[in-house]
């Protein structure tokens, strides 16, 4: 049997194992990388080992360890408050300030499904307490951490813009991200739109404080459900308008900002700053300021290490690894020359972006990304179709999909979902992940590929 179908072998194999058994594919990846490496490509340890992506696996550890750090010192917390007191307390502007607060997280470096787990449960606590809708909340947050998931110096825009480098194929870091953006954007419109979010339009969380009333009086959310999904009967009360409610209940003071927060917000800044700007490696940069911050506070902070996606890092660096080894056996060359060979390159982006969409639904999706844009790269490489868009449209189809509920991010959110029937709400999600997976990538490709093609 030829190597590159062994090798195309061991990736169903590894697939497969990975979705149905609680393995981590990146572990699978590297038994793959080392069996059939050696057995079938002839490669010995050491040519294996060459295509480790350091650089990437030293990024991944930064920017997960600074991340750790201001969710441990409640930066996050702070950013939540910040967010929901900017627009006023409106309760229709909610779903937009979790969309956004989410996508900000991933976009300065934080894993998709660790920015919704943080997140989600704040979300869906507002939908359960404000009668939003929570498919639509739950929804707004997945869609903003996908679509901030593709900043140049987040996990997903460093793993694509590597890859692109790598293969020599035309870039635009901007292009990757703002696509992702724009794209979950929409999607995150039509869904507040259609999920009840008008009905919202009004309404408000907080209301006026009495004159004279002390700073800690000044910070007090004063908030009651309002009428509507999943708020109780009766009388709305409190001053001001009749949208403006109120429930002592509700009311907490806001925590002071701590030196450790102003410190944390100064450091995400300066991350940001030197990697775009000055164009310093993003990993160095993070863990730099990660360890500076840690300096202040050693013992708060000691645990922030442990708390490293150790296993989002052993799934990137196997993955890719084993990438390496189908680009060394000639698979890429043999898969792009089959798939060459069906003649349309618009077909062929909207199988790879199909491809990547379903199998994402079930597996991991930096994963996908990786697998998706490396069998790409032969009929790129060609020119009669524009690359850009290409990548974009796969990154974009292999990550929609993590609404699933079989996903971690869906299942983060039917997890964290309150005050409703679960069952109902399981297949809520299902059947908005179908829909998503029907016509996601194909959207995705309608987009961004066929206007690089025309």
């Known amino acids: 049997m030829s190597p590159e179908i062994v090798t195309i072998l061991a990736l169903v194999a590894i697939f497969a194992i990975a979705t149905f058994l609680p393995i981590n594919m990146g572990a699978l990846a590297f038994v793959a990388a080392f069996l059939v490496g ?15 992506p350091a650089e990437l696996v030293v990024t991944l550890i930064g920017v997960t360890y600074l991340f750790a750090i201001a969710q441990n010192n409640g930066t996050v917390d702070l950013l939540v408050r910040g967010a929901v007191r900017l627009v006023g307390g409106y309760v229709a502007a909610i779903p937009w300030v979790m969309f956004a607060v989410t996508a900000l997280l991933t976009a300065i470096g934080a894993l998709s499904p660790a920015a919704v787990a943080i997140i989600a449960p704040i979300a869906l606590g507002f939908a359960g307490r404000y009668g939003i809708n929570p498919l639509l909340m739950g929804m707004m947050v997945i869609h903003g951490a996908q679509g901030g998931g593709f900043s140049p110096i987040s996990v997903y825009g460093v793993t694509v813009n590597e890859i692109v ?22 999607i995150a419109l039509v869904l507040f739109l259609v999920l009840g979010g008008r009905q919202l339009i009004g309404r408000r969380v907080s209301a006026t404080v009495p004159a004279g009333a002390g700073h800690a009086d000044a910070e007090r959310a004063v908030t009651t459900p309002v009428r509507g999904h999943g708020a109780p009967p009766g009388p709305a009360v409190g001053g001001g308008d009749g949208d ?36 310093l490696d993003i990993g160095f940069v993070s863990i730099t300021v990660a360890t500076v911050l840690a300096l ?20 990137i660096a196997g993955v890719l690894t084993f990438v390496f080894v189908l680009q060394e056996a000639g698979t890429i060359d043999y898969v792009g020359e089959a798939v060459i060979g069906l003649g349309v390159p618009l077909l062929i982006a909207l199988l790879l972006a199909y491809i990547g969409g379903v199998v994402s639904a079930f597996a991991s999706s930096t994963a996908i990304i990786g697998v998706a844009i490396a069998l790409a790269v032969p009929f790129l490489q060609e020119g009669s179709i524009g690359a850009v868009g290409v990548v974009v449209a796969l990154s974009v189809a292999s990550t929609i999909v993590d609404v699933s509920p079989f996903s971690t991010n869906g299942a983060l959110v039917l997890a964290n979902a309150q005050d409703v029937d679960r069952d109902r709400f399981y297949k809520q999600i ?8 029907v016509v996601g990538p194909f959207l995705a490709w309608l987009v961004f590929v066929v206007p690089g093609w025309l």
């Open 38 to 52: 050696t057995l079938s490509v002839g490669l010995s340890t050491d040519d294996i080992l060459a295509g480790f």
């Open 165 to 186: 480098d790598q293969e020599g194929l035309p870039g635009n870091e901007l292009a990757v991200f703002l696509g992702s953006l724009l794209f979950n954007l929409a």
């Open 244 to 279: 403006d409610v109120g429930d002592d209940a509700a009311a907490q003071p806001s925590p002071r900002v701590t030196l450790d927060q102003v410190l944390t917000l100064v450091g995400l800044a300066a991350v940001a700053v030197l990697a775009l700007v000055f164009d």
């Open 296 to 315: 202040f506070a050693a013992a708060r902070h000691k645990g922030a290490v442990s708390q490293i996606s150790w296993s989002t890092v052993l799934l």
């Open 430 to 437: 299902l059947a908005y992940s179908g829909i998503v997976v």
